[in-house]
Structures are given as C-alpha cells and as structure tokens.
C-alpha cells in the first residue's frame, strides 16, 4: 500500500486529491497538511511513502518544506512529488535542487496523477523526456553552482565509465526499462548501476541524478529551437 500525505493550502484542492487516491486498491490518502510547516511535521508523524507538495502555501512554503524533509535522516525514505499552478513554475527546478522527486501541474488528468505516485512511490523521477528536457533548457541555462569545479570533478571521477553513462541516460528522462533495451541488459543490471551511482553522488533520487548530470556536464543541455 502507497501512503500519501497531501499538502496544499486549498481544501477543495486536498478534498479532490483524496477521493481520487482513495479510490485506488493500492493507494491511501494517512494525512492532510495545510503548509509546509504543517507537512513536514504530518511526514514525521506518518511517515508517508509520497507527500503531495504544494508550492505557494502561507508561512513555510512548500520548498522550504521539501529541503527540510530531504535534509532530515528520519524521513529518507518521504519521497515529494511537488504540485504546481504553471508547467514552467519559475521555483520548479529549485523544488528539484531541494530534493523533490518530480514535479506536476495542478491541471494533471487524474490518471496521471494516479501514475505519479506510484512511479515516485517505487523510487524514480517523475521526468519524462519532453519534461527533463524544457525544465533544463528554461532553468539550467545559468545553474547555481552549488558544488566547486573541483568537487565536481571529483565526484564525477567516483563513477565508472558505465556509472556515467548511466546517470547521462537518467538525465535525457529515459527510464530503467528503456535503458537496459538500448544496453541489451536486464532491467536489474541497470538498477544496480543507478543504485550505485546515487549511492556514491550520495543523491537522494533520480531526480538528484538530472540535477548533477546537468551541473557538472555528464549531459548536455538541450538547444531550444
């Protein structure tokens, strides 16, 4: 069973959320928070396997609430889908930075939705191709530079060539099952080598994975037409 905590300042909002999830055999909906502050202590309370972030709540928002539950050991294993009005929220790749898991607009269909939870829920990033590649092209064309030239390139040293090559694939959006095709490999196999290179960029997710592949140059940003 996936286990849910929806955090949005709309009750109507939480209200539609719930009885959609609800009404799925092996989704429920273990707690509500109405802003950031408030999410953060339902995951340390619950301990939900996805927490629905909004962004634009009152007081703590809803990035704020994400960077603090990736920071905190205790709820490593919260996952946050983060919600937003505008597919391109100028705070998504910051909700990203922040340790999000994906991102989706509010005006998702509800199958969607549904997919979203349960792909975030078994531990991948919620970025499609078409998805990774515009959020990078509008908000990694000037990163922050979070870690020095030199770090990076240690830490990119840390991987082996097919570690690299791995994290290059995860960043254009393909998934496990699309890469072990293009490798001629079992799904398992790249599991183990994505396993790996998050373990040693200590990345939280795949999403974290985009994030550093981008920044450090292990893939490159698209070029918008």
């Not at 597919?87 to 340790?99: F, I, M, P, S, T």
């Not at 530079?145 to 390139?153: I, L, P, R």
């Not at 592949?213 to 070029?223: C, D, E, F, T, V």
């Amino acid at each position: 069973m996936i286990r849910v905590v929806l955090a949005d300042d709309q009750v109507l909002v939480r209200t539609g959320f719930r009885a959609l999830l609800d009404a799925e055999d092996d989704i429920e909906v273990v707690g509500e928070a109405g802003d950031g502050e408030s999410a953060v202590a339902r995951c340390a309370e619950l301990h939900p396997d996805v927490v629905l972030m909004d962004i634009r709540m009152p007081g703590v928002d809803g990035l704020t609430a994400a960077k603090q539950i990736a920071e905190r050991d205790d709820l490593a294993d919260v996952k946050v889908l983060v919600l937003t009005t505008f597919e391109l929220d100028e705070y998504v790749y910051e909700a990203l930075r922040a340790g999000a898991s994906g991102f989706l607009v509010k005006h998702t269909e509800p199958a969607e939705l549904i997919r979203a939870v349960r792909v975030v829920a078994d531990g991948e990033a919620l970025l499609s191709p078409s998805v990774t590649r515009r959020l990078i092209a509008a908000f990694a064309d000037a990163p922050v530079a979070a870690v020095a030239s030199g770090e990076a390139s240690r830490l990119a040293d840390l991987l082996t060539a097919r570690e690299r090559e791995v994290v290059a694939l995860v960043a254009e959006g393909l998934s496990n099952d699309e890469i072990a095709e293009r490798w001629v490999v079992s799904n398992a196999t790249v599991r183990t080598h994505v396993s790996r290179a998050m373990t040693k960029l200590n990345a939280r997710d795949r999403a974290q994975l985009v994030v550093f592949a981008y920044r450090n140059g292990l893939a490159s940003i698209p070029h918008r037409d």
